[in-house]
């Protein structure tokens, strides 16, 4: 479950690093961490409990379009993420959906790349 987390804030920190329009509003190192792993929470939440309700919901989409609906399935799961984050108050925040997902495929690809190296054997 920590290595869970961790491997979100690594990735959501970078796609935050990487993708013009994904921002994080804190001003020192500690409450940057700090919000992003509250940030992190709040998407592993999220991905718990909405995807897969959003993934049974457009599957005859993801099948037609062999796969690619789930970019924009993750994309909207980031947006959710940015909504809630917005209201609690943890200063992360998405601009639009080109940001969104652009964000998705970074997220995706390094929590990939993460897993394989630190996912369980």
Do not use: Q, Y
Request: aromatic share 10%; net charge neutral; charged share 5%.
């Amino acid at each position: 479950m920590v290595g869970r987390l961790l491997i979100n804030m690594a990735a959501l920190g970078l796609a935050t690093w990487l993708v013009p329009g994904i921002e994080l509003a804190h001003g020192s190192l500690a409450d940057s961490v700090i919000a992003l792993a509250l940030v992190a929470v709040v998407f592993g939440v999220v991905n718990t409990v909405v995807k897969p309700l959003f993934t049974l919901l457009s599957s005859p989409l993801i099948l037609l379009t062999l796969g690619l609906m789930l970019l924009v399935v993750n994309a909207a799961l980031l947006g959710l993420t940015s909504w809630l984050a917005g209201l609690f108050s943890l200063g992360w925040f998405v601009d639009g959906f080109w940001a969104s997902l652009f964000g998705a495929i970074v997220v995706s690809v390094v929590s990939f790349i993460l897993n394989v190296f630190v996912g369980k054997k």
